[in-house]
């Protein structure tokens, strides 16, 4: 099975600020088959990033992904209000079980 | 506009059982495999099921094999979950969501809460 884990738990930046969000996997995986979701309180998870670097439909471009191997990255170059929340990591491995989220960090206002 | 909304959930007792719905529109459905992840109240995602656009293949999280069956109508453009056997730690909220390429999940529904609870 592979583990992914993201890295910090938390980070507490300003608005205006740049994020950077870590995703390690326990093994190689595909860029392919790696995906960043956003969640805010009380609402659904919705796709941020696909294929490790492909912004989903509606995205806005200060969100960028990038990185291969193990190691991913999910880079918020100005950090808006609207962009504090949890954000998960997520990857298809082909193999039981088929689809692993990491634990996510969340993004808090300092 | 692609829309998902869950409906079914509710409290139950440990042992019970439970049928989820996930109605969807906007896109053709039977050409989409569609999937259940669900979400501990204050904890992190885990993906539970999949199932193909056919229907003709499943899969399963180890945590809910032999308990939970996916299925869909892709005549009624609906994707039921049904949740047997449930245990207190199966209580969460539960998203269907679309699953692009196979790949990865977009959209997801508002979800549902299962409560699993004497």
């Known amino acids: 099975e592979i583990v992914l884990t993201q890295s910090p738990g938390t980070l507490s930046l300003s608005p205006g600020e740049r994020a950077t969000l870590s995703c390690r996997a326990s093994q190689t995986i595909s860029s392919s088959y790696l995906a960043w979701y956003q969640q805010k309180p009380g609402q659904a998870p919705r796709l941020l990033i696909y294929g490790a670097s492909s912004r989903a439909t509606g995205i806005p471009d200060r969100f960028s992904g990038s990185g291969s191997g193990t190691d991913f990255t999910l880079t918020i170059s100005r950090l808006e209000p609207e962009d504090f929340a949890v954000y998960y990591c997520?990857?298809?491995?082909?193999?039981?079980?088929?689809?692993?989220f990491g634990q996510g960090t969340k993004l808090e206002i300092k | 506009e692609v829309q998902l909304l869950e409906s079914g959930g509710g409290l139950v007792q440990p042992g019970g059982s439970l049928r989820l719905s996930c109605a969807a529109s906007?896109?053709?459905?039977?050409?989409?495999?569609m999937s259940w992840v669900r979400q501990a109240p204050g904890k992190g995602l885990e993906w539970v099921s999949v199932?193909?656009?056919?229907?003709?293949?499943?899969f399963y999280a180890d945590s809910v094999k032999g308990r939970f069956t996916i299925s869909r109508d892709n005549s009624k453009n609906t994707l039921y979950l049904q949740m047997n056997s449930l245990r207190v730690e199966d209580t969460a909220i539960y998203y269907c969501a679309r699953t692009l390429s196979g790949y990865w999940f977009d959209p997801w529904g508002q979800g549902t809460l299962v409560t699993v609870s004497s």
């Open positions: 199932i193909i656009g056919s229907g003709g293949s499943t």
């Open positions: 906007g896109f053709t459905f039977s050409t989409y495999a």
């Open positions: 997520q990857q298809y491995g082909g193999s039981p079980p088929l689809f692993t």
